[in-house]
């Protein structure tokens, strides 16, 4: 049970992170495609008799860097999408190869976060690592191509390049947290912490703690509640980030809100009647 | 000659006529909508729709009901919350899209466990999410029929506005179109068009129809209405194709083949020259 609180955190950590420039760049469609291709991966990895972890890890950056080269001129989403139902497509042939890998399927989806062994800790923590330094690594070049993507490229660092780092870096953040969550529900914790982080503050470094914060309390709670009731972590954690991520926007709204009846035409008597909210 | 290409039985099996016929009008219609979706970027919720509606397709399991229907009133839930959340950008769009889909993954986490439980259907899982052309059943054609003609009518009725609204959203709202009740009708079209191929090749693999064929005809050309008629053609194709290669495979599935040859001719015509398209 203590490999469960452990194993969780560090996806926590990691997916708040990584999920911090998902949501900076609009990757959530990619957030979502790795990881579910990857499952192939697994599916294949079975077949021949070897680690679940390598076949992820393998599709997850095969994917990965496919969605990169075929969307690298054209329109992304399109990429993205024929990217991801081509591995699951070989992923439903090589499940078509064998029966017996069907029931796994499931916990595969959304994850199987109590049934987490002692010997899987040390890779988890080894490849969390990997994580958190390719994205110190990648922090400044990323940031820099989101705000100022000319000035990026004028440093030196190709846009393809940042690109294709950045893919990679997700395919392993995606492959290490897999196995806890499900490739169904890691993105969530990628999207709704992260987003719920940006509508409270747009300083990087602060968003960054505060989505690993939040993405922490959603897997805390949904492992509780999954341990009460029996219910499959992945329910829990879907509905704890969406419930982050509303809360976020209503913030957003709240704020802009209360902010706009102070935009005051020049030299008015404050209360007048002819007070507007400033359209947003 | 025929011999080789076809194995015996092909054209005389009814599972494979009625697959094929389902699979053609399934084609044609998210060919249609899939132009639009593409135009519009938004592949990521034609996706996101077909998973969700995977979760209505397994209550609908649970409660012994058609999948279709499940399927659909999850979809069209879906979608009217997307609209709800109401963010026009797409990076924020993609965002609202990821946390509905999320939300409906666990949703059917949560309804697949509760099946496996009261129900032990584990199978169920892997029929909806690849789903089996050739497991069909005739009833099927007649509504499939009917809902795809009601997709392809609510685009009809919609065209030029959807157009406009998806071409330049600045210029068709200086005009006074009702940008963000177009987007929402569209939604509607893209949830129907989603649950019926869903329902043919599989929840997840549904996107394969909706997305490559359109994307594809867009490469060949600029002109939306021709592209529709292009994507429907290619889809028609890569759908019949994919079954005569699955019959002649024994035991293939049927969405393997299709996803794959739609793959293919995406690539293909991206390899071509262009002709002064521009980006």
């Known amino acids: 049970m203590v490999n469960a609180w452990i194993v969780a955190t560090i996806v926590a950590v990691v997916g708040g992170a990584v999920g911090f420039f998902v949501v900076l760049r609009g990757s959530a469609f990619v957030a979502h495609a790795v990881p579910n291709g990857s499952f192939a991966g697994a599916a294949a990895a079975s077949l021949i008799g070897v680690n679940t972890i390598i076949g992820l890890g393998v599709f997850s950056l095969g994917g ?12 992304f989403d399109v990429a993205t999408a024929l990217t991801l139902v081509f591995m699951l497509g070989l992923g ?11 029931p796994e399927i499931y916990s595969l989806l959304f994850g199987e976060v109590l049934g987490i062994s002692t010997n899987q800790l040390g890779p988890t923590v080894a490849l969390a690592l990997a994580s958190l330094a390719a994205l110190a690594l990648l922090y400044r070049p990323l940031l820099l191509s989101c705000a100022l993507p000319d000035s990026a490229q004028a440093r030196g660092v190709g846009p393809f390049a940042i690109e294709a780092g950045f893919l990679a870096l997700v395919a392993l953040a995606t492959t290490m947290t897999v196995p806890v969550v499900g490739t169904a529900l890691i993105f969530s914790l990628m999207i709704g912490p992260p987003a719920a982080a940006r509508a409270f503050t747009t300083r990087p470094w602060l968003a960054i703690v505060l989505s690993v914060a939040i993405a922490l309390v959603v897997v805390w709670v949904a492992i509780a509640l999954s341990y009460q009731t029996n219910w499959p972590v992945g329910f829990f954690v879907g509905t704890a980030s969406a419930a982050a991520y509303a809360s976020g926007r209503t913030w957003s709204f709240a704020r802009r809100r209360r902010r706009a009846p102070r935009e005051v035409p020049p030299g008015a008597p404050p209360g007048a009647p002819w007070l507007k909210p400033v359209n947003s | 000659m025929l011999g080789a290409i076809v194995e015996p039985g092909f054209f005389t099996s009814s599972p494979v006529q009625l697959a094929a016929e389902v699979g053609a009008v399934v084609a044609i219609v998210a060919g249609c909508v899939g132009v639009f ?10 996706e996101a729709l077909g998973d969700i ?4 397709g397994s209550s609908a399991y649970l409660a012994g009901v058609g999948p279709l229907w499940g399927f659909m009133a999850m979809s069209v839930t879906a979608a009217a919350i997307m609209e709800l959340i109401g963010i026009q950008r797409p990076r924020g769009r993609d965002v609202a899209t990821g946390i509905v889909l999320g939300a409906g993954f666990g949703l059917a986490a949560l309804l697949l466990y509760l099946d496996s439980i009261y129900d032990n259907t584990t199978g169920a899982t892997v029929t909806i999410l690849f789903g089996s052309p050739f497991a069909l059943s005739p009833s099927v054609l007649p509504l499939v029929a009917v809902l795809g003609a009601l997709a392809l009518g609510l685009i009809a009725l919609l065209y ?11 210029l068709a709202a200086a005009r006074g179109l009702p940008v963000r009740l177009i987007g929402a009708l569209y939604l509607l079209a893209l949830a129907l068009a989603v649950a019926l191929s869903a329902v043919t090749i599989g929840a997840i693999l549904s996107t394969a129809l909706l997305v490559g064929p359109a994307a594809t005809a867009l490469q060949l050309t600029r002109r939306p209405g021709r592209a529709i008629v ?3 053609m290619l889809g028609v194709g890569a759908v019949w194709l994919g079954i005569l290669l699955a019959y002649d495979s024994h035991g293939w599935p049927v969405s393997f083949f299709v996803v794959t040859l739609v793959l293919i001719a995406y690539i293909a015509s991206r390899a071509l020259p262009s002709r002064g398209r521009g980006r």
């Open chain 1, 64 to 75: 990965a860097l496919g969605i990169g080269l075929l969307g690298r001129r054209g329109r």
């Open chain 1, 92 to 102: 439903a042939l090589f499940l078509s190869f064998s029966v017996e890998y069907a």
């Open chain 2, 37 to 46: 979706t593409v135009i519009r970027g938004q592949s990521f919720a034609g």
């Open chain 2, 53 to 56: 509606g995977a979760t209505g």
């Open chain 2, 160 to 170: 030029r506005p959807l157009l406009l609204v998806s071409l330049s959203p600045e």
């Open chain 2, 230 to 232: 292009a994507a429907g």
